[in-house]
């Protein structure tokens, strides 16, 4: 999966071809858009694909 930078949101789009059903959880390094030079976070997510 990706979670491009073109569209302008982001870290707001997930994409990708999903090969396997199952839930998945990724974590990320994360900096508020509104302050890019502050510490980075680590935020965590999840996706579940039925199909």
Do not use: C, E, H, N
């Not at 839930?23 to 039925?50: E, I, M, N, R």
């Amino acid at each position: 999966m990706q979670m491009p930078a073109v569209y302008g949101a982001v870290g707001t789009i997930v994409s990708g071809t999903p090969t396997k059903a199952g839930t998945f959880t990724w974590s990320v390094s994360v900096v508020p858009f509104s302050d890019p030079t502050a510490t980075p976070a680590l935020g965590t997510y999840q996706v579940t694909v039925t199909r």
